[in-house]
Each structure stands twice: as structure tokens, then as C-alpha cells.
């Protein structure tokens, strides 16, 4: 795979420092596009961080889609993004909080993990069962990182009490985590 030219590094990166969000976003989607056909675009990476503040759902999926990506090959640099990712796991909106929870489930990178367990175990008794049945599968992503933690944290339990959640879905969901994580 080859890396993207100098100038179009410099360039997205002046992009990526937009004041207008608009422009970030469409920075951010070229960054995203660089990296999908196999461009090295991880020295954007606090650049495309720095994009996480911020309201607008769409330009955070895509910041988060990118974190994901790099976060493995940049693990110093995906600590820094955590406070964020608490942060979005408290906000009034619930698609949010589950895609904090979620990308953080995503992301395989040890350090971060003792800082999910409080937001995913909130997210396990919120209030909205889109969050909650998220949080069900990120309690199946964590246990493949570390079991033990899930277990000292009484994530096992907590799924095994949302077995009988009044929402569908949560249920499902609750229940192919419990599945996934026993067949390891």
C-alpha cells in the first residue's frame, strides 16, 4: 500500500483544524476515504481527535470510525481520546452514549479498557434500551480483552439480569452475549 503524497497530509490536516464543522466533516470523510483504499493516514491521528468535540453525530461517527481503525497501531495517542469517549457516554442523547460505549468496546487497546468499565456499566442500567442492548455487546467485546475484569465487575450478572429486560431487543441481545462469551 502506498502512503498518501506530503502535500495532501499537510492539506487535510489544515482541513482538519477548520473552524467551520462543515469542512471538518468533509476533511474528515477524505481522511476516512484515504484510509479505506489503504493509505497510511495515521499521523492525522491527534487531528482527527481534535475533530471529536463536537455535537454533530455524523462528524463524530466518523471521527470514532477512525479511532477505531488507528487506535491498535496508536495506543499512547487513543488514551488521549478517552476523556471524550467518557464524556459522550454521559450526553443527553442516546445514540451517543451508545456510540461511546460501543467504540470503546471496539477498541483493542488494554489501557482503555479499565476506563470503560464505569460508562459501560452505566450504560447496562440506562434508561434507553438502544444504549442498553449496545452495552450488552460491548460487555462481549471487553471479555475478549479481559475476562477477568468483566467478571470482577459483575458484567456476567448484570447481562444475566437483562435477560429479562422488558425491551426485545436488549433481551437478544443480552442473550447472544452471554452465548458468544460462554462458547470462548
Not at 488514551?79 to 457516554?89: E, Q, Y
Request: with cysteine; charged share 25%; aromatic share 4%.
Amino acid at each position: 500500500f502506498q502512503t498518501t503524497k506530503r502535500g495532501e497530509i499537510h492539506e487535510l490536516k489544515e482541513e482538519l483544524h477548520q473552524t467551520d464543522k462543515a469542512k471538518q466533516k468533509e476533511a474528515v470523510k477524505k481522511v476516512i476515504a484515504a484510509m479505506t483504499v489503504g493509505k497510511d493516514v495515521s499521523m492525522l491521528f491527534p487531528d482527527v481527535c481534535n475533530c471529536m468535540q463536537t455535537p454533530n453525530i455524523e462528524l463524530k461517527k466518523l471521527v470514532y470510525l477512525y479511532l477505531i481503525n488507528y487506535a491498535k497501531s496508536q495506543p499512547d495517542l487513543a488514551i488521549m481520546a478517552v476523556n471524550t469517549f467518557v464524556k459522550d457516554a454521559s450526553d443527553s442523547n442516546p445514540l451517543i452514549r451508545a456510540l461511546s460505549v460501543r467504540t470503546m468496546g471496539c477498541i483493542r487497546v488494554e489501557q482503555i479498557t479499565e476506563y470503560l468499565t464505569t460508562p459501560l456499566a452505566k450504560a447496562l442500567k440506562d434508561e434507553d434500551p438502544y444504549v442498553r442492548k449496545t452495552a450488552c455487546m460491548c460487555v462481549c467485546k471487553l471479555h475478549d480483552i479481559s475476562p477477568e475484569l468483566v467478571r470482577d465487575q459483575g458484567f456476567l450478572d448484570i447481562l444475566s439480569d437483562l435477560v429479562s429486560d422488558p425491551n426485545p431487543m436488549v433481551v437478544a441481545n443480552a442473550v447472544a452475549a452471554l452465548l458468544e462469551i460462554q462458547e470462548r
